[in-house]
């Protein structure tokens, strides 16, 4: 998938909100069929940059193209597959009905629901009200409902959080599993220790871009084979320059 065109191309993008400037001239690409990842402590701009990618934010300027289109754009509806922090999913109804419903409404085929319950995890648990289940499940349930078109693009705001080491070690396998099978993920994190799960790393601080280099790339240019003393290094790097 090296020559493929990008998913994701972002140029220039501003964000206000009040008087205060949440994007700040951010640019970026995320390549297709790989595992993106966007790692940054809370409050960088992450979700802000996410929202814009899927069209669900107002930008003040700069350009988001995303798998050849405008950001936004209708046609993405159902090729873009977007889980939020907060599970968007039913709690009054059980982790079946809630697939069997957006498998309705994005005209997928039935058999998909059963498959994407089994990909979570969550085969012990698909008749349970989704109130009922803990804040990781019900996580995953969001993930699920995401899964049910195969979309070829995959924007994922911090699906680990709260989530135990064994759960979140499976779910990167899952992550993996998919960017070797063609789906393109962007995935935020503000865990450092998972930067190393993926083929690329956007560093944001600030609502800037900080470097956006693979793990290997970082390492080599900080020298620190820690991930998270790498992110400090670039930091400093960029205290110092400013």
Request: aromatic letters at 4%.
């Amino acid at each position: 998938m090296a020559d493929a065109a990008p998913a994701i191309v972002v140029a220039d993008l501003h964000v206000t909100r009040g008087d205060a400037q949440v994007l700040r001239g951010v640019s970026l690409e995320v390549a297709a069929g790989a595992v993106t990842g966007l790692l940054g402590p809370s409050g960088c701009g992450k979700s802000t940059l996410m929202r814009a990618i899927v069209g669900v934010q107002v930008v003040a300027s700069g350009t988001i193209t995303v798998l050849g289109r405008p950001a936004g754009s209708p046609a993405l509806r159902t090729r873009v597959g977007y889980v939020t922090q907060a599970p968007s999913v039913y709690g009054d109804l059980s982790v079946r009905e809630n697939l069997q419903y957006f498998a309705r409404v994005l005209g997928t085929p039935a058999a998909r629901v059963d498959a994407v319950i089994a990909t979570v995890g969550l085969g012990d648990f698909s008749e349970r009200v989704v109130n009922r289940l803990s804040g990781g499940q019900r996580a995953r349930v969001s993930l699920a409902t995401a899964l049910l078109n195969e979309p070829p693009l995959l924007v994922l705001d911090e699906p680990t959080v709260g989530l135990d080491p064994v759960l979140r070690r499976d779910l990167w396998a899952m992550f993996r599993g998919l960017a070797a099978a063609g789906t393109s993920l962007l995935v935020s994190s503000h865990v450092m220790d998972e930067a190393g799960n993926c083929d690329r790393l956007l560093l944001m601080r600030d609502g800037s871009i900080l470097a956006a280099e693979s793990p290997q790339e970082l390492r080599r240019q900080t020298g620190e084979h820690d991930l998270g003393e790498a992110f400090l290094r670039m930091i400093e790097r960029s205290e110092a320059a400013s």
